[in-house]
């Protein structure tokens, strides 16, 4: 047992060296995974969570928070599919089938339908029993379109609840269709109300250690990608008041903010001893470039799949784990 309480790498350290398995643990802390959105910038916390994977601290971990793409790689983790799941990004929806800006105005630009239902389900199908089975939760969060405010999925009980609740989170408004009804209420994407970083979720449900896995470096962002972010949220805010979604479309203008509230949540939970939340965020490197939200590049995509997997075993190098040869960035 710990004399005081350890850093994040302190906990996954001694979890791996005791051998203690989720939902049986005896040391008292609650670790949580908060995986980011970002679209196709998701595969970068793709390969993020396939060297945690390569590593085993994936099962160190309690708990994972995801909205968007992030719950693709959450759930594909949970699976021990990590590096099938990352791949999809630069082998199956790279193309027309999933992004074609042509189809906006049929508010279709981002096909999730053909994500979740054609290649999730068929082409590199998720072990949804496996997920099921999973002592470590994936809590997905959705937005309310009447009422904005984030809203945490019941848990799946079937194959079906969990390919639903990827097509729901990753619905970005207007550019994949106008929110759905499902449990009775209008759902949107995820990443509306947390910025895509549901860090302050986390915190709420009482991690007392979190591993936060990025999907781009703010300081790298650059101000024509700001702009054109800023532009399009417009657009879709717009399109939402026109079409009866009033409140979530100023809502969304608010969702730069939203990242920045959470971004500072993490510095203070880092800096202020007070908070009793131990954080710490999976650096991406100095040579790390951000990918655009709608990249189609294969071999843009697949580096930035083994920049994340390298980020992550460079974290971790430290505690001198053994990597998986068999689990990697294919």
Known sequence: MFECVPTVSELISQRLQQKSQPGFRTDGFKLGLVLESGGMRGVVVGGEVTGLQALGVDQAIDSI?????????GYYLVSGQGPEGTSIYYNQINNRDFI??????ERKAIDIAFLTYVVMMRRIPLDTSRVLQSTIPVN????????????????????LDVHDAQYITCRVPSLAGLPIEYFGKDLTDGGVMTGGLPVQQAVEDGCSHLLVARSRDEAKVSKTELLVDRLLILAIA????????LKLGQALLGVGQRLKENLNLIKKLQSDSSFQVQVEVIDLGTSFRNINMIETAGKRLRQGALDGFQATINHFRRLNLPINPAVKII
């Open 65 to 73: 928070y995801t909205v968007s793409c992030g719950s693709c790689a």
């Open 238 to 245: 717009v399109d939402l008041e026109i079409n009866g979604y």
């Open 140 to 159: 997905v969060y959705v937005t309310d379109a009447e009422d904005p405010q984030p809203v945490l999925l019941p848990s799946p009980k079937d194959r």
């Open 100 to 105: 074609d800006l042509r189809r906006l105005t």
